[in-house]
């Protein structure tokens, strides 16, 4: 889906993606606890579009949990 060149183990999703989008909509994720439904394009000129959407769980101290990101490729 991504066509990752190197191993994305111990690195982060944006050093992965490389999509500053994506680091605006995680922000929104991290304020307001989902996103619905963000479409992103793929900066390597293959016209490849994904629609995201996100929701963050938290633990009772108010840090995150865990984030779940679902990418549909269109």
Known sequence: MFALQDDP???TMIEILR???LM????Q???TGRIDDVELSMPDGAERHF???GVRWLRD???PDM???VFHDV
């Open 67 to 69: 984030t779940l990101l």
């Open 19 to 21: 999509l500053p989008e």
């Open 24 to 27: 605006r909509h995680l922000a």
């Open 61 to 63: 101290s108010m840090r």
């Open 29 to 31: 994720l991290n304020a």
């Open 9 to 11: 183990r111990g690195r």
């Open 51 to 53: 629609i995201v959407n």
